[in-house]
């Protein structure tokens, strides 16, 4: 893999860190399978690419696609609190209708951005190429929103959605308000995935409709990828770890994509990279049934 | 003895030789958005004209990456291609184009069938457009339908358009006709069909005022384009067509793409650049659609005659 092959990497993976983070408050903390992320996703960057290109600064522009993709997870929320609709069903609902939504907020499906200003143009002089430039800036967007993020999660407030997540029942034995946690849990959420799609809009040069597909599938692999590697019950490492399994699974799409050489063509690309993710997901596992049988002295 | 040593010698300065020749295989990098049997005729088509120009062998490399119709792949193949570092990256469709142009503004990259290269901001110009990206759009070529129009209807004065105004892609393209039409002194007389039960209607108001209709890739007027025809045989007036789909239900003729033919029109653009040609100085190429499609016995309906040229150069004649 060349320098500006892996830098590229890093890059995609620290923003799809933020979606993974996302992912991980609602599969994990609230207990609440949310797809709305593959409409939220490109929100964000629908949002903010169209705003841009109105002439709104940049850092505006994401703030606002940030709020509205925050709001798509407030829909999901509502219909699953105030209609009963089964989650899983009302965030397919909410995904479904944020594609028409993208597609009226761009007015035609592909939003440019290349030749626009963006959040990184203020950085653009200081000297630094735009290779480096672009992955420490999506670097600290990515760790600066997980810092944040276990910061709340160990305040009073994330406690309690802690345990909303974890036994509803007792949270609300305890006095907590279950509905409200989960309405700010999946704007939490969602916020961070648009936010996401932003970034990734202002640093690759456009929005597009169809950008949003299959952004719960990579972001849950990469919360997985994660938890697998550092078994650990300290909220930040685990959001941390939410960053390293987004970026091990960009490195593992990095790899299929160097594998022409075993005799892999380009459409096999997403075996390869299914198959890379499972091994490290099975490796760990692997390693302490090792470990297990070494300290029982390999009898059994 | 002597004969080993010069034979030596000579093996020697041959493999220097073939080294100093061997210098850097030449490497084009093509990238697609998703697998479609469009866009894979467009790489085939590109690798053919590289082929036939002396590029095949172990002096050339070429490469095809496909980002499974996710932006976000399209984004990293970009950066891999980048680090690459081939000679000409060519991208095809409007995701993969962006990704490639906006990575780099050193490496060749010649984008294929991307409708609106300007709206997409991948170049800040048609015509000599300076920097690394060039290429090939498929935008609708009005003059190319324009000057069909004109084989069948020599004397054509005003041309009849009926479209719906709620579609942007005929708006634009009539938009583009108005103007190509303006310069060649052909007066375009727009009638709107904002639902395909309204397509009747639009055609019938060109009666009397337009010497032929010309029926855009419009999704509404071509769902009711059985109408537009039988106004056009009833009233003798001959109906082209945007689409070559169009011609077997009733239009007279219509110039459309093979893609497999735009790859190879793509391919002449990267072979341009591989001889030393700068991206910057080549102008961004409209797509010339090459199948041709006619059908005489609705021309002899519509009172027309299929000139006998554009018979034979038809690609394919509805019987």
């Known amino acids: ?300 | 003895m002597k004969l080993t040593s010069i034979f030596k010698s000579a093996m020697l300065s041959a493999a220097i030789f073939s080294c100093a020749l061997q210098a850097k295989p030449v490497y084009v990098a093509t990238t697609a958005i998703v697998e479609h049997p469009a866009l894979d005729a467009v790489r085939d088509g590109v690798k053919e004209v590289l082929n036939e120009n002396g590029y095949h062998g172990e002096q050339f490399k070429f490469t095809y990456e496909s980002a499974q119709g996710q932006p976000a792949i399209a984004a990293q193949i970009a950066r891999k291609l980048v680090g690459d570092q081939p000679d000409v990256i060519v991208a095809i469709a409007t995701p993969s184009a962006q990704a490639a142009a906006s990575v780099t503004k050193t490496i060749p990259v010649v984008f294929s069938v991307v409708t609106d290269p300007l709206g997409a901001k991948i170049v800040p110009s048609l015509s000599q457009p300076g920097g690394n990206v060039t290429g090939l759009s498929d935008m609708v070529n009005v003059k190319q339908h324009l000057a069909l129009v004109k084989e069948f209807v020599p004397g054509l004065k005003t041309l009849g358009v009926p479209y719906n105004p709620g579609e942007t892609n005929a708006v634009s393209i009539v938009k583009a006709l108005k103007a190509e039409a303006q310069l060649q002194g052909i007066s375009v007389i727009e009638s709107a069909a904002p639902k395909s039960s309204d397509v009747m209607i639009a055609s019938k108001q060109l009666v009397g005022k337009v010497d032929a209709i010309y029926c855009p890739t419009d999704n509404t007027i071509i769902s009711a384009f059985e109408s537009v025809v039988k106004v056009g045989i009833d009233a003798q007036i001959p109906v082209f067509a945007g689409d070559t789909g169009s011609v077997a239900r009733g239009a007279v003729a219509a110039v459309g793409y093979d893609y497999f033919d735009l790859g190879r029109q793509t391919g002449d653009i990267v072979v341009r650049i591989l001889k030393g040609e700068k991206p910057g100085s080549i102008d961004v190429k409209m797509a010339q659609g090459t199948d041709l499609f006619v059908n005489p016995a609705m021309a002899a309906k519509m009172g027309v005659q299929v000139p006998p040229a554009a018979l034979e150069r038809a690609t394919q004649i509805i019987k």
């Open chain 1, 1 to 300: 893999m060349s320098t500006f092959a892996f830098l590229g990497t890093l890059e995609i993976g620290f923003i799809y860190g933020l979606v993974a983070i996302g992912v991980y408050l609602t599969f994990r903390i609230l207990d609440f399978p949310d797809l709305t992320v593959d409409g939220s996703f490109t929100l964000g960057a629908a949002v903010t690419a169209t705003l841009i290109v109105a002439g709104f600064n940049p850092y505006l522009a994401t703030l606002a696609g940030t709020i509205a993709a925050a709001c798509a997870g407030l829909v999901t929320a509502w219909l699953n609190l105030r209609f009963n609709i089964l989650h899983l069903l009302a965030s397919i609902l909410t995904m479904t209708a944020l594609y028409t939504i993208n597609l009226r907020v761009m007015g035609k499906p592909n939003v440019a951005l290349i030749m626009e200003p963006t959040m990184l143009t203020p950085f653009e002089d200081l000297g630094i190429p735009a290779m480096y430039m672009k992955v420490i800036f999506v670097a600290l967007c990515a760790l600066i929103g997980a810092l944040l993020v276990a910061w709340f999660l160990y305040t009073q407030y994330g406690l309690a959605m802690r345990a909303v997540g974890s036994n509803k029942r007792m949270a609300q034995a305890n006095g907590i308000v279950v509905t409200e946690k989960v309405y700010v849990g999946l704007a939490l959420s969602n916020g961070l995935v648009g936010l996401a799609g932003a970034l990734f809009a202002q640093t690759n040069g456009f929005a597009d409709s169809t950008m949003g597909i299959g952004t719960i599938v990579v972001g849950l692999a990469a919360v997985i990828i994660g938890e697998s590697l550092f078994a650990t019950r300290s909220m930040l490492i685990i959001v941390l770890s939410c960053i390293v399994g987004s970026i091990l699974y960009r490195i593992a799409v990095s790899i299929a994509l160097n594998a022409d050489f075993l005799g892999f063509q380009a459409s096999d690309l997403n075996l390869i990279t299914a198959v890379l993710v499972a091994l490290a997901l099975v490796f760990p596992k692997l390693r302490s049934d090792w470990k297990a049988k070494r300290a029982t002295g390999g009898e059994k």
